[in-house]
């Protein structure tokens, strides 16, 4: 609630004798509302009460402490609205949280499903192998062929061995990779969280919405990492 201390004196609220009702008119908005204009010494007065409640505001008199109270509802306004900045500030840290954690799993989970698919794919081939040279084996009426089998089955095996190299080699420059990208991320989260700390009612010459909107700018990119296909 906005205070505003006035002399009882000079209280436009309080009209002494020496000042006359002038007649003239006041219009709000192209409509003419009723009040008491007074004019002295080449001003008009017209009552704060008046004036206030047309514009939306509430007034109240203490006559306690002879004090005119209005309030605007400016400050419960503010104060949502610095509840709203800081909300969209937690959204983003959270976002950016979520997303490196996202793709942190993302990397190693295709990593793992490509050596998944792979041992599958050996696994099947030494099947198919193995009924071959059975085949075999029956057709000449034994099995002349175990040695060779066994050496078909284990060239497989070797094929999978280096693809599980090849795929831990990439995994490894994807987490290098991601390191370095997620240190880019903490700065901003780090930033966020200063930014967060200096929402306050005592700043209010900062554009807290201009300095959120370039915090999202920045983040546009990190956020998107992964997303396509």
Known sequence: M???????CLLVLVVTPVLAASGISIVIDGQKADADVIMKDGHAYVPLRFIS??????????GTTQTVNIDTGAIKQTSQQYTSYIQQVEDLINKLEAKKLQVYNLINNTIDNQIAETRKTIDYNKQLLAEAFKQTSNELGGFPYEKELLEELAKEEEKFEIFK??????RKEGIDAYNVWAVEVDQIIKELGWFKSSINENSKEISF????DGFYNRAEDYLNVGEQG
Do not use: T, Y
């Open 2 to 8: 906005r205070k505003i201390l006035l002399i009882i």
């Open 53 to 62: 409640e047309n514009f939306g505001h509430k007034v109240d008199w203490d």
């Open 165 to 170: 190299q090849d795929a831990e080699l990439r």
């Open 209 to 212: 919405k201009s300095i959120i």
